[in-house]
C-alpha cells in the first residue's frame, strides 16, 4: 500500500503546469492588450513592476503550489490507509479541497509563467524528516497507520503551519499594497480560511488524544518549516 502511494510521483505531477506553460508561452498576445478593456488585464498576479517584485511573486507562489502539493500528499497516503474506515469520508472531503487548492496554483503558475519548486517530487517523501518516527516515506500514510487520531494529529500540525504561512503572506502583501494584490489576497485568504477549518476538524476529531501527539506534532511542524524555507528558494 506504501509503495502504491510513493509511485504516484513523477513527471505527471509537473504536467498541469508544464503543458500550461507551453500554451502561455504561445499566447503572450495578452499582455499587449490595453489595460483599459478591463480594470485588471489579469485574473490574479499583476505583471511584475520590476525584478524586486518578480522575485517576491515568484517565490510566494512557489511556496504556496509547494504546500498545497505537499497537503494533497499527505491526503492522499491517510486516505490510502483510513479510505475504507469511518473516517474516510471526512479525509476525502479535506483532500477535494486541497485538490482544488492545488488546481489554482498550477493555473496561477501557470498563467504567470513561475515554475514549480525544483523538490516537488521531493515534497512527495517529505514524510522523510518523519521517517526515524515511522519509518514511512509517506508522512499521511505513516501518520494514518497510527490510527484516526494519528491522522487528525497530523492535519492538525499540517494546517496550523499552512495557515500560518498563509497569514504571514497576507500581513506581507497587505503592507506591500493591499490594492495592487486584492485577487492575490483573496485566493490566500479563503485557502487560509479552509485550511483552519481542516486544522479545526483534526481537533474535533480527537487529534489530541494521540500519545505522543505534542511532540509528533512539533516534529511535523518542524518539517513544514523546513520545506517552507527551502521551496521558497529552490
Ligand atoms: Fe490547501
Ligand atoms: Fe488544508
Not at 517584485?53 to 507562489?61: F, N, R, V, W, Y
Amino acid at each position: 500500500m506504501q509503495r502504491a502511494v510513493f509511485t504516484h510521483i513523477g513527471l505527471h505531477d509537473w504536467m498541469p503546469v508544464l503543458s500550461n506553460l507551453r500554451i502561455s508561452q504561445y499566447c503572450s498576445l495578452y499582455r499587449a492588450l490595453p489595460l483599459q478593456l478591463s480594470s485588471r488585464a489579469y485574473s490574479v498576479i499583476p505583471p511584475p513592476r520590476d525584478e524586486t517584485e518578480k522575485k517576491m511573486l515568484d517565490s510566494m507562489l512557489r511556496v504556496d503550489h509547494a504546500g498545497e502539493y505537499g497537503a494533497n500528499r499527505i491526503y492522499a497516503g491517510q486516505m490510502a490507509v483510513l479510505g475504507r474506515s469511518q473516517t474516510g469520508p471526512l479525509i476525502q472531503e479535506m483532500w477535494d479541497q486541497e485538490k482544488r487548492h492545488l488546481a489554482k496554483f498550477n493555473e496561477i503558475l501557470s498563467e504567470n509563467r513561475v515554475r514549480p519548486t525544483l523538490l516537488l517530487p521531493i515534497w512527495n517523501v517529505a514524510g522523510f524528516l518523519l521517517v526515524a518516527y515511522f519509518l514511512f516515506s509517506n508522512p499521511g500514510a505513516g501518520t494514518a497507520l497510527l490510527g484516526k487520531e494519528g491522522a487528525m494529529a497530523c492535519t492538525v500540525a499540517v494546517e496550523e503551519s499552512i495557515s500560518e504561512h498563509y497569514n504571514s503572506q497576507i500581513r506581507t502583501l497587505m503592507e506591500e499594497d493591499p490594492d495592487r494584490y486584492v485577487e492575490l489576497l483573496q485566493v490566500i485568504k479563503e485557502f487560509r480560511d479552509d485550511e483552519l477549518e481542516h486544522h479545526d476538524t483534526g481537533l474535533e476529531h480527537d487529534a489530541e488524544s494521540l500519545p505522543g501527539y505534542k511532540l509528533l506534532k512539533s516534529a511535523i511542524q518542524l518539517g513544514c518549516t523546513a520545506a517552507i524555507y527551502i521551496s521558497q528558494r529552490v
